[in-house]
């Protein structure tokens, strides 16, 4: 695989009896691009990306995360990743310090940097002050930053957004994509799912799925010109109309 190319997948399938859940999908992603995976409820998106992060094994075709297998070296991709979901998959009842340690240990990071790299994100989150502070005594969209931020604590090369701005009001998501930018300028690669289709605008590129199926996939600006649409969300009916199948 290109160094460049940090996902691949081809003819990726899964299937759960007769049923086709994800369907020959072939698709590459680029370090440090920020890649939308949408698709309205029952699409495929939620199978494609739990195979995507070594969670569940495909039942035919290939994919390539990070450099490997899916298929076969499905702790290895676990460890070079990064995942964060609309729950933020934060503990509510350990304090702040403690939710990156944990997370941290968990990634395999060494005593002494995760020390040192505790003191450096709290620091620039402003969170100094709320160490000690319990998870589930901050507010929604500080929760939302230290989970994004936890999830790349140990620099992957590829972090999965599975939702992550669900619920919260439009300041707060406009100040998480920022630190999504900020992320990718680094290099990590952004695979993120979003209903929101404003927010579909801010990626490089935008797969649309349907029925199993990627039946679109381009730049935001190449996708709407394709479409004759005036926006994503426009973007987004049109393919919408032609789903069989609902969850």
Known sequence: M?????IQTKDLTKKFGSFTAVDHISFEV??????????????????????????????????QVAGFDIARQQEKIKQNIGYMSQKFSLYGDLKVWENIRLYAGI??????????????????????????????????????KLAFSVSIFHEPKIVFLDEPTGGVDPTTRRQFWEMIYEAANRGITIFVTTHY???????????????????????????????????????????????ERME
């Open 2 to 6: 290109n160094n460049d190319i940090v």
């Open 30 to 63: 680029r370090r440090g691009e920020i890649f939308g995976f949408l698709g309205a409820n029952g699409a495929g998106k939620t199978t494609a990306m739990r195979m995507l992060c070594g969670l569940s094994r495909p039942t035919s075709g290939m994919g």
């Open 107 to 144: 990634y395999g990071m060494k005593d002494a940097d995760i020390a040192r790299k505790t003191e450096e994100l709290l620091e620039r989150l402003d969170f100094t002050k709320e160490r000690d502070t319990l998870v589930d005594s901050l507010p929604l969209g500080w929760k939302q």
């Open 197 to 243: 289709m404003d927010e579909a605008e801010y990626c490089h590129r935008v797969s649309m799925m349907v029925d199993g199926r990627i039946d679109a996939l381009d730049s935001p600006s190449n996708l709407k010109q394709q479409f004759n649409a005036s926006s994503m969300d426009e973007v987004f009916r049109k393919l919408a109309r032609k789903a």
